[in-house]
């Protein structure tokens, strides 16, 4: 049994790794993410923001900014893990983690912490793109710092769980394609769900994005669609699921020893 010194010493290992390749790739992992968001913000708040107006006592750009900040740190962390683990998986090199003596919960959080490195780290960068857009005051600082980790851990482990089960790039783009696109677009990035009629309201409650966007935009306007109570304890229980499955899923050897 491994002591606590060989697991930090694995742990830090499978950490520089992953910060090597994300700075490496920095054009991929870093610069096109940014200027995809720049983008954004570039249409959707300086050229039709104006037309639209305000939206519940902000500007438009302002309003949307959490929104577009948490859509790169969502579509990082997922893209980071769900490609970083396939590519060990097609290379074969994942066959020098799986050889030495660690736990299938360690090589996961060795992953799932790239993943969030890259969120965080992309997040960053829009959030300074931002600024040269809008204001963005700090209402609670907590809920801003706890949403960003949280929702990079849940899709950092949504992206392994992907990977796991991939058996070509066309299955690593699916995830993203059709279902992290559509529910991004729907889960209140561009607008409140207040103004969605009652039947749209009620769906839209099932979007799990839509509980982070709203978390994050009330850390940083204090304004909220939903409960921050009920967005948390949604967050804990997703991640605790995903966490969970893909122990599972590594113990059974899917996808990584079949």
């Known amino acids: 049994m491994l002591n606590f ?5 694995a742990y830090a290992t499978m950490i520089n790794r992953e910060f090597t390749r994300l700075i490496r790739m920095w054009q991929v992992t870093i610069f096109a993410p940014a200027i995809s968001m ?9 050229l039709i923001g104006p037309r639209i107006g305000e939206m519940q006592g902000f500007s438009y750009t302002a309003y949307i900014a959490p929104g577009l900040i948490m859509m790169a740190v969502i579509n990082n962390a997922y893209a980071h893990t769900s490609s ?3 590519l060990a998986r097609l290379q074969k090199n994942i066959e ?3 050889i030495a003596p660690i736990p299938n919960w360690l090589f996961l959080l060795g992953y799932v912490s790239g993943g969030v490195m890259r969120g965080i780290v992309v997040g960053t960068g829009v959030t300074i793109i931002a600024l040269f857009f809008t204001q963005l005051p700090v209402y609670n600082a907590f809920a801003i710092i706890s949403t960003v980790l949280l929702a ?4 950092s482990l949504a992206g392994v769980m992907n990977s796991l089960f991939a058996r070509s790039f066309d299955d690593i783009s699916i995830i993203p394609t059709f279902v992290l696109t559509p529910l991004t677009y729907l889960g209140g990035v561009f607008y409140s769900v207040s103004l969605l009629p009652e039947f749209w309201r009620t769906a839209s409650s099932f979007n799990p994005i839509l509980y982070i966007v709203n978390t994050f935009r009330y850390g940083i306007l204090g304004i909220s669609d939903v409960s921050l109570s009920n ?3 949604l967050l804990a229980l997703f991640i605790i699921l995903l966490f969970a499955g893909n122990i599972y899923l590594l113990r059974k050897g899917v996808g990584i020893r079949t």
């Open 5 to 9: 010194k060989s697991y930090g010493t």
């Open 38 to 46: 720049a983008l954004y913000f570039i249409i959707f708040g300086s």
């Open 84 to 86: 970083t683990l396939y």
């Open 96 to 98: 020098e983690v799986l």
């Open 152 to 155: 990079s851990i849940l899709f």
């Open 231 to 233: 967005s948390f304890i």
